[in-house]
């Protein structure tokens, strides 16, 4: 298994060399800041409309060591949300009726106060709760092996990351045996009822493409999932949703060291959808650090780039009404979720 | 003069053959855009069409091109390998039927 970026000391665990590199090279004349495209197209700046979704990173510690982790999770990290945290967390939500809360990580699993936040975030009248495993957590130790039931009892929507219906590209995205177990994990779900028709509990599935390209059309990968998923493994699932690999942490390693960086900037910035700026997560979307901070998404978050709201820009001065008057911050790797029909939590936009 | 007659980068130029006839390009792009629509054939059979024969005519831009296009679209490298057999096996089978007519001819002149 690989280690993070962090435990192995790695210049790019740093936010700040991250930034270095996608506001330099080849963005210093060849290619238009992502700021300055806005602008030719009118749309600058971005502003959020209304907060819908309340993105909740509870740790970044994973039971997976992903080659594209944006987050650069995995078993080293100890970063982890205090149940202290999470208290606010149903506080805002509560106070704000914010609808949406969608739960992240690393693995948000491994969080040790995970169960009971879910069940408080219920108790508050939360509508939904996204739950982003990574499925083979469910595999991973015993303790772990009711979560389908608790997902069950709770009513979590369930999105998993599955990068192909087949061995070979998932494995190479997500570590050696992860698409077997994937599959165990997601026939323990089916067997909860989660994505079988008529249910009520959701399951979708998340397509990152396992390399330098872009995702294909939504809808036609999504039927071909179906079908493969089905007749190989009798597997069902609701939704496909298609995320762009955004140039960030270990993404961005990986297209460093593979020499691929600069012609995948090029690809992101010749898609560059104007139609898909509308539906970018950053404008219905908050996201909240393990230690509290606020960000306009979990990329951002990623690259320590909070809100630009210096008196709200925490759980503990949360001021909806100044965040809602804020500009998003934008970088080169906002052009990961304008390329082609778009990029969000919940795929395409556009 | 570039030292080599295929660059890379030339691929990214394609758009700017539009440079030296303007109208008759335009015309072509927006046909070869309409071809590659989903049709009776789905984009990415369209697209394997599209790398076998980038192989069989020998164009390294298209098949870049193509298999990054195909791989867009969800193939596998086993589904383009398999696409590149049947571009070979034509170009193959195009050389040996023609067997037949070398098998006319030497019988022909054969007592």
Same mark, same amino acid.
């Given at each position: ?65 992903? &080659? ?118 997601? &026939? ?94 950053? &404008? ?67 | ?14 758009? %700017?053959?539009? %440079? ?14 309409? *071809? ?6 789905? *984009? ?8 076998? *024969? ?58």
């Amino acid at each position: 298994m690989i280690k993070s970026l962090k435990a192995r000391s790695n210049d790019l665990s740093l936010s700040s060399n991250q930034l270095e590199i996608l506001d330099n090279g080849i963005f210093k004349e060849e290619l238009p800041k992502f700021k300055n495209k806005l602008k030719s197209t009118t749309q600058y700046p971005l502003r959020p409309s209304q907060l819908e979704i309340f993105q909740i990173n509870v740790g970044y510690m994973c039971n997976q060591v992903c &080659k594209h982790c944006h987050v650069d999770a995995g078993p080293d990290r100890k970063e982890i949300m205090t149940k202290e945290n999470l208290q606010k967390c149903i506080e805002i939500v509560k106070k704000y009726n914010i609808p949406t809360i969608d739960l992240t990580g690393g693995a948000p699993e491994m969080n040790p106060n995970f169960r009971w936040f879910v069940e408080e975030a219920i108790e508050a009248g939360v509508e939904e709760i996204i739950v982003r495993s990574n499925l083979t957590i469910i595999k991973a130790n015993k303790k772990y092996e009711d979560l389908p039931s608790f997902f069950k009892e709770n009513n979590v929507r369930v999105v998993s990351s599955l990068p192909y219906y087949q061995a070979s590209k998932t494995d190479s995205q997500r570590g050696d045996g992860v698409f077997s177990k994937s599959i165990e994990a997601l &026939k323990m779900l089916n067997k909860e009822g989660y994505g079988v028709k008529g249910s009520g509990l959701f399951l979708d599935l998340v397509y990152n493409p396992a390399g330098a390209f872009l995702p294909g059309d939504q809808a036609q990968l999504e039927g071909e999932f179906k079908r493969n998923l089905k007749s190989d493994f009798n597997i069902d699932f609701n939704q496909l949703f298609t995320i762009t690999n955004l140039p960030i942490s270990r993404f961005l390693e990986y297209l460093i060291a593979s020499g691929n960086y600069e012609d995948y900037m090029e690809k992101l910035v010749s898609a560059f959808n104007p139609a898909a700026v509308d539906g970018v997560m950053c &404008k219905n979307t908050i996201s909240v650090g393990w230690d509290g901070k606020l960000f306009d998404c979990d990329f951002n978050q990623m690259l320590d780039l909070p809100v630009d709201k210096a008196n709200s820009n925490h759980l503990d001065t949360f001021d909806l009404d100044d965040l809602m008057d804020r500009e998003i911050r934008v970088s080169q790797h906002c052009y990961g979720c304008t390329a082609g029909a778009g990029s969000s939590c919940q795929g395409a936009v556009a | 003069m570039s030292d080599t007659y295929y660059n890379p980068r030339d691929l990214k130029k394609f758009g %700017e053959i539009a %440079e030296f006839e303007p109208k008759l390009a335009e015309k072509f792009f927006d046909w070869y855009g309409e *071809v590659f629509k989903e049709g009776a054939l789905t *984009v990415r059979e369209k697209s394997l069409i599209a790398l076998a *024969v980038a192989h069989a005519i020998q164009c390294p831009y298209c098949i870049d091109a193509y298999t990054e296009d195909a791989m867009q679209k969800g193939a596998n490298e086993k589904m383009m390998m398999e696409a590149v057999h049947v571009s070979g096996a034509i170009r193959g089978g195009a050389s040996m039927v023609h067997g037949v007519q070398m098998m006319n001819k030497a019988k022909k002149l054969s007592m």
